[in-house]
C-alpha cells in the first residue's frame, strides 16, 4: 500500500469528506491551495474549457505535462494528480512512461479511466510507487464510443458492471476513485462497499468527497455548464464587465 492510500484509506475510515477540483494553472492553483482543497486535479477537462477542443480525445501527453508543472509550482498543501491522456495508457510500457514523466512534472498520482480492463495497468503503476486515482462510469475519453455523456447503472447488468469495476481497482491498488454520473443510489452503495474513497461528480452526495470543474463552479465558461452543477459565482460576467470598462477609458482617451 503506497502513501496516499494509506492517507487516503484513513480519511475515508475517519469520516472525512474529500473536496476536489480542477486547475490548470498557477494562479487557480494556488487559490485553490490556499482555500484549503484537498486534492487538486490537473484533468484532461482541459482540453474543452483551456484549449478549446470539444472533449477531451484531443489532449496530449505534452499538454497534461505543461499544465501539470504550472499547478505543481503552485501548490504547497493539497494532493495533485493528473490525468493520463487518451491513448497513452494501452499497454504498461506506455502507461508507466507517461505516468512517471507526469510524476517528474511534479504530480503526486495519476488519473487513468477504466475499471477491470485497467486493473493490470493500476496495479503495474503502483507496483513501480505510482499512486493512481481511478475513474469508473461516465468515462470521458470514451464519449465517442458512447454517443455522448450518459447515466451509467441504469439497468442491473450496468450495475453489476460498475461493482465489479469498483472492486477491481481497489484490489489492484488505486487510492481513490472517480465515479462519473453514476445514479446516486448505486453510488452509494458502492461507496459503502469500498475502502477506498470515492469521489463523485454528477453522482450524488452519497460518495466520500466531490470533485467538479473549477470553471463550473465559478462561472468561468458561460457556453455550456453540466446540470448537476451549482455556479457559485459568476466570474465570465465579472471578467466582461471589467474589460468593457477598461475599453471604455481606452476609447475616450486623454482628459484635456
Known sequence: MNLLQKDYTRAKKEGKILVALTAYDYPLAR???ESGVDLILVGDSLGMVVL???DTTSVS??????HTRAVARAVER???VADLPKGVYDDPEGALTSARALI???AHGVKLEGGQERAGIISALTKEGISVLAHIGMLPQHIHEEGGYKIKGRTP???D???EDAAAVERAGAFGVVLELVTPPLAREISRTLAIPTIGIGSGDGCDGQIRVLHDVIGLYPWFRPKFVE???????????????????VRKGPEV
Open 52 to 54: 478549446g477542443y470539444p
Open 161 to 163: 458492471r460498475l461493482f
Open 157 to 159: 447488468q450496468q450495475a
Open 104 to 106: 517528474a512534472a511534479g
Open 61 to 66: 501527453l505534452n499538454d497534461m505535462l505543461h
Open 31 to 33: 487559490l485553490l491551495d
Open 78 to 80: 493539497a494532493t495533485v
Open 231 to 249: 455556479p457559485k459565482a459568476d466570474v465570465a460576467t465579472v471578467i466582461r464587465d471589467a474589460v468593457q470598462s477598461y475599453a471604455r477609458d
